[in-house]
């Protein structure tokens, strides 16, 4: 296995080798390997002609990297020099392998393939190595004799590789080789199953113009085992309809590549040359060369430049530019673009329109395009447009510039002095709008404040020549400095016409009579009143209104103002009445401001002074009893709390404490403080509602505003409810037939002064009540039928549930019964059927149906057996038992019932027997058992 060789000669292929051309195209241009036609050759080699291709390949590669040539075109390796052998070792490899990469395809499952590699050892000293595999599945080395081997310089050793397919999926798998310098590895790739690609090396999609397009259609096919999702990318100037496909193991797609240029190119074809690459899941591709040529076309304007002139606002001005296609044989579409626009003022509208915007200009015609300039504003205008011509790579370019000239007025004043105006006070002033421009000119009024300041008209439209006087109403509504201005706004124009409003508001002036309220002496919780009176003034009427006072001794008062808002007239005296009701005993100086609407505050304040009084309470009951009281029942009690003072005072209710019983509890009183006059007594009801039986306890807590004396009234009691007595105490029915009604009585008394509702809460299956719920008066009593219907073969031992109201008890009454027979009803007349007479030897039967219904919850099972038939009267002799009891039949005789569903039993009769009279009988017997209870029952 060892070879003697110094170097590698470049093994020579035959001519008619498959790989020759396959090797030689390669080799002068690697990179064609992606080209479809090559690489579809690569995969339909066979196992052993694509490894012989890899070992040429790297033995290609091996000689790339030596230099000299000897006799015979024998290649020369470089020679290491001892000095630098370690130097250059470790950038050298030390052995070098042929093939770098073992390929094996195209196999066959269970086949026995071999194939060689070899490794050459590339330093100038010998070198041990040892190859060994990566227990790859089917894949085994084949050790040259005397192994572990130490190969000399510039020899070769070699190993063969034993491959068995065991599967046919794609896979790499590596052998390790071992040398005393390194460690490396040689994959070996096993190809299964894979997409082989049938599509043309080079595509040429057509010509066409420029910015238009032309297509066509391309077919790939599969010609290989494995299905594949292919992805294409398209490259810039193409564009495929369909980038993703996948693509079924022999068969095909279809897809369309479309060629739209939009640049020129610079080779002197004007061809675009493009790779299309296609590209599937493992990471393999395919290059397909696409191309396409550009046709180009020459159009030209009348001019690149525009000027409209002066156009009045809301007018417009027509220009006209032509467009001529010089070509002989071509069609040009052109579109107009709006590439920049440049404005004076902020237009939102487009002020200039090209007719057509698009359109087709055919060989050696013109074709006009109309420009119209109708601005909305004032001011000048400057547009660039663009017209893309199919077939121009640069589009045509036209600058638009124009003026506009808006509408144009004058006022009379520019700056409007009110003075001095008073609280509000009107004014009415005029304004004079002429036209002095050259169009209509439309008008508008704005105001900042249309609260106070209005015109009419507001807006309108002037003639030519025209003056208008517009009304300036002015309400001074609010006092200070008046610093304002109103706008006239002209339509299209650049800048409003500013009028400015320059004045002084001043405030009322109210005197207030007397200078102080004194309230005096006022116990706390009692109120006293007192009047003052406001006189206006100024001459104009005004709304005021009373400010209470906003310090710390606010919450101390009971300041109350029975006219907190009033219009003042001049120089009438207007009466205002309050009332305080302090809570506090110490002395207290505050003052009630007075507000104008639109003033603000004024400077006038009217001071007052009190002086509060504690007072006391006395309970006269602190205990309440009121015994026995009914369960969930509304119960109203009073509380009496006597004044034995000569000074009124406040007090004031808090919240009620109670035992867990008591539902509810609230005052009756439509507020919780209350006055109590002097040397008097007083009752305060209260409510509360009981939740349940049981003792209870209800306090009632009460506090005398700015005092430390607290009262608390208790409220004691038991609470009852109403006794309910059901006679007897339990329901027994017995053994019932099934379906059959059973009824007893069950008596109801009310042994308490209180009437009580009775509501039945729950009835078990197969019992029934007639009502519901029934009301029972004091000492009344009452009756119930219960009844009993089962419908099931069972021992029921239940109860029926009762709740009592309003004690909310519950009731429960046990009732036991037990079912027996069957729950199945069957139509009357199936008991005894007569049909009366029949026709001796007739085919024709008489029959008679009878339904069948289970109305339990079991499911029953039916069996029907005959007797033998009794003939009472004179017969023929032919006629035998068998032959008679074949007269009556029973169908079905063996069936089964659901809950709730039924069967039609039919019982039918013919006179099948020759020369047989007389009167015939046959009896028949139907069982039914369930699957519980499998014993047979006589229905």
């Given amino acids: 296995m060892l070879s003697s060789r110094p170097t590698p000669r470049r ?91 073992v390929v094996l395809q195209n196999y066959e499952l269970g086949q026995d393939y071999k194939v060689e590699i070899s490794f050459r050892n590339e330093i100038h000293i010998g070198a041990h190595i040892h190859v060994q595999t990566s227990n790859a599945q089917g894949i085994s080395i084949i050790q040259p004799s005397g192994h572990p081997h130490k190969v000399a310089p510039s020899m070769s050793v070699t190993y063969g590789l034993h491959f068995i397919p065991t599967t046919m999926e794609t896979c790499i798998h590596y052998i390790t080789a071992t040398t005393d310098h390194e460690s490396f590895t040689v994959p070996i790739k096993l190809v299964g199953r894979m997409p082989i690609l049938d599509v043309p090396d080079e595509i040429h999609v057509g010509n066409t113009l420029l910015w238009k397009e032309v297509a066509m259609v391309v077919r790939i096919r599969n010609t290989g085992s494995a299905s594949s999702v292919l992805t294409i990318y398209s490259p810039s100037e193409f564009e495929v309809e369909k980038s993703t496909e996948i693509l079924p193991a022999n068969s095909q797609i279809s897809t369309r590549l479309i060629y739209r240029p939009t640049t020129v ?56 530019i032509s467009l001529k296609n010089t070509e002989q044989n071509v069609v040009a579409d052109f579109e107009w673009k709006l590439q920049s626009l440049n404005h004076a003022t902020e237009s939102q509208s487009m002020p200039f329109t090209l007719d057509p915007p698009i359109g087709k200009i055919w060989p050696n ?5 109309s420009i119209t300039f109708h601005p909305a504003y004032e001011g ?60 209509r000119c439309p008008f508008k009024m704005v105001s900042c404040s249309d609260r106070w300041l209005q015109f009419k008209p507001r807006s309108g439209v002037l003639d030519i020549d025209e003056q208008r006087v517009i009304e300036v109403h002015l309400m001074a509504m609010e006092v200070g400095q008046v610093n304002d201005k109103f706008n006239l706004l002209l339509e299209g124009s650049k800048e409003p016409l500013p009028v400015v409003i320059r004045g002084k508001v001043d405030p ?24 003052f009176n406001l006189t206006l003034q100024t001459s104009l009427p005004v709304t005021a209104s009373l400010e209470l006072p906003s310090t710390e001794h606010t919450k101390d008062y009971g300041l109350y103002v029975k006219t907190p808002s009033v219009n003042l007239a001049p120089d009438v005296p207007t009466n205002v009445q309050v009332e305080i009701s302090p809570f506090a005993t110490n002395v207290n100086r505050d003052v009630i401001r007075i507000r ?7 400077e006038e304040k009217i001071p007052f002074k009190i002086r509060g009084i504690e007072s006391k309470l006395n309970l006269v009951i602190g205990i309440m009893k009121c015994g026995d009281v009914l369960v ?103 053994r019932l037939e099934l379906l059959q009604a059973a009824v007893k009585e069950l ?158 039993v039919q019982i039918s009769a013919k006179g099948t027997v020759p020369m047989v009279f007389g009167q015939f009988t046959k009896t028949f017997k139907c069982f039914c058992y369930d699957d519980i209870d499998t014993k047979r029952r006589l229905v």
Wanted: glycine share 6%; charged share 20%.
């Fill in 265 to 320: 190119p610079e080779n002197d074809d004007l061809t675009h040359r493009q790779t299309l690459r296609i590209t599937n899941g493992n990471g393999v591709e395919w290059h397909v060369a696409v191309s396409g040529k550009v046709r180009t076309c020459v159009l030209r304007a009348d001019t690149e430049e525009l000027h409209m002139g002066t156009t009045f606002v809301g007018r417009e001005t027509v220009k006209t």
């Fill in 632 to 734: 969930n029942a509304l119960h109203n009690y009073c509380i009496q709390i006597e004044n034995p003072y000569s000074l009124p005072a406040h007090l004031e209710f808090q919240t009620p404490a109670t035992t867990a019983n008591v539902s509810s509890v609230r005052y009756l009183g439509a507020q919780r403080r209350h006055r109590v006059l002097p040397f008097s007594r007083q009752f305060f009801p209260v409510q509360f509602v009981l939740s349940h039986t049981g003792s209870f306890e209800i306090r009632f807590p009460m506090r005398i505003l700015h005092s430390d004396l607290a009262l608390d009234a208790y409220v004691l009691g038991k609470c009852v409810g109403p006794t309910i007595l059901f006679k007897p105490g339990s329901l027994a029915f017995g």
């Fill in 747 to 904: 008596i109801v008394e009310n042994n308490s002064q209180i009437s009580s509702v009775v509501d039945v809460t729950s009835i078990p299956e197969g019992f029934s009540i007639p009502h519901s719920q029934m009301l029972l008066e004091p000492l009344e009593k009452q009756t119930i039928p219960v009844t009993a219907k089962l419908r099931d073969p069972s021992r029921i031992e239940q109860a029926l549930t009762f709740n009592v109201s309003p004690a909310d008890v519950v009731i429960k009454v046990p009732v036991t019964a037990v079912g027996t027979g069957s729950a199945v009803e069957m139509d009357e007349g199936i008991r005894e059927v007569d049909f009366d007479y029949l026709i001796a030897s007739s085919t024709e039967p008489k029959v008679r149906s009878f339904a069948f219904t289970n109305m339990s919850k079991r499911a029953y099972h039916f069996v029907w057996t005959d007797k033998e038939m009794a003939l009472s009267s004179q017969s023929s002799s032919r006629g035998s038992k068998e032959t008679q009891s074949k007269m009556f039949g029973v169908s079905p005789s063996r069936f089964s019932l659901e809950p709730g569903k039924d069967c039609q």
């Fill in 11 to 101: 093994r020579s292929i035959p001519a008619s080798h498959p790989i020759r051309h396959l090797f030689d195209t390669l080799r002068k241009n690697p990179e064609k390997e992606c080209v479809p036609s090559v690489k579809k050759a690569l995969q339909t080699l066979t196992l052993e002609e694509r490894h012989e291709y890899e070992v040429i390949k790297a033995f290609a590669g091996y000689t790339e990297r030596v230099q000299g040539e000897g006799p015979d075109g024998l290649q020369i390796t470089k020679r290491f020099q001892p000095s630098r052998f370690r130097e250059e070792r470790r950038n050298a490899p030390t052995f070098f392998v042929a093939p770098e990469v």
């Fill in 380 to 439: 000048s205008y400057a547009a660039l447009f663009h017209c893309r011509i199919s077939g121009m790579a640069a589009p045509i370019p036209l600058s638009i510039k124009a003026t506009s000239v808006g509408p144009r007025a004058r006022i009379s004043y520019d700056v409007l002095d009110v003075g001095t105006l008073l609280m509000n006070e009107y004014k009415r002033y005029t304004l004079t709008i002429a036209n002095v421009g050259k169009i």
């Fill in 508 to 531: 009322p002036k109210v005197s207030i009579t007397p200078a102080m309220l004194d309230f005096g002496d006022c116990p706390a919780g009692f109120s006293k009143p007192a009047t």
């Fill in 596 to 602: 104008v609407q639109g003033a603000g505050l004024l």
């Fill in 365 to 369: 015609t013109s074709h006009a395009i």
